[in-house]
């Protein structure tokens, strides 16, 4: 039995040709990965944020008869999803002096939630402007007690409940270093309520890391 050698040769070379051609559209794949990662990465340079923050809380609404604007503390902890939008999730806390003065029942709210972030990419910019909306669960808790004067101070003991809130608002961030960013911002928190809405206006200022 013969062999031909030429159809064989052409054989091999077509093999070649066609493994060769494989290798270049899997290094061109690669490289096209890595370009996209590459600017991926330059986009969303740092994916994960920390705030702390604190400030007034104004109240709104029926209830702002009743109890005096307070103060508030917070921390959230967010994470990119894209250059301009950021998935939050936080933890905050305000008291309420009432405005009352034979009764002393103080109000304390926290609230844990999650909401997004919209920041709008201006490169170059020390100040960018950014909005925030999102809900939760919030827990009021008063401690209640009645000044009786000579008779001494009635305690009435303490009322708690889970509600469902929703805010949103708006900001703004000065660099201030490529790890280190001052924020302020304002927003309108409802949290419902079946006799009336609990509403207020808590201004933060604040560090972001």
């Known amino acids: 039995m013969k062999f031909d050698m030429k159809n064989k040769n052409k054989g091999s070379e077509i093999s070649q040709y066609r493994h060769g051609g494989n290798m270049k559209k899997l290094l061109f794949v690669i490289c096209l990965v890595v370009i996209f990662t590459s600017i991926a990465s330059a986009q969303v340079s740092k994916p994960f944020s920390v705030y702390a923050g604190g400030g ?23 994470f990119s999803l894209a250059p ?8 905050e806390y305000h008291t309420l002096p ?23 990419t201006l490169p170059g910019a020390p ?4 909005g925030i909306v999102g809900g939760g ?18 305690d009435l003991g303490t009322v708690s409940s ?3 809130y ?26 419902a309520n079946e006799f009336a809405d609990f509403k207020y206006i808590p201004i933060t200022v604040g560090l972001k890391f």
């Open 162 to 164: 889970n509600e469902f």
């Open 166 to 191: 929703y805010e949103f608002g708006a900001g703004l961030e000065l660099k201030a270093s490529p790890g280190l960013s001052f924020f302020v911002m304002a927003r309108y928190v409802t949290i």
């Open 127 to 130: 100040i960018k402007p950014f």
């Open 84 to 91: 301009m939008f950021q998935l939050m999730g936080k933890l």
């Open 137 to 154: 669960m919030a827990t009021l808790k008063t401690d209640a007690s009645f000044d009786l004067g000579d008779f001494g101070t009635v």
């Open 56 to 78: 007034l809380t104004l109240l709104q609404g029926d209830y702002g008869d009743y109890y005096k604007n307070g103060y508030h503390g917070m921390g959230a902890a967010g």
């Open 98 to 120: 009432v405005d009352a003065a034979a009764i002393t029942n103080d109000v304390t709210i926290i609230m844990y939630g999650a909401g997004f972030k919209f920041a709008p």
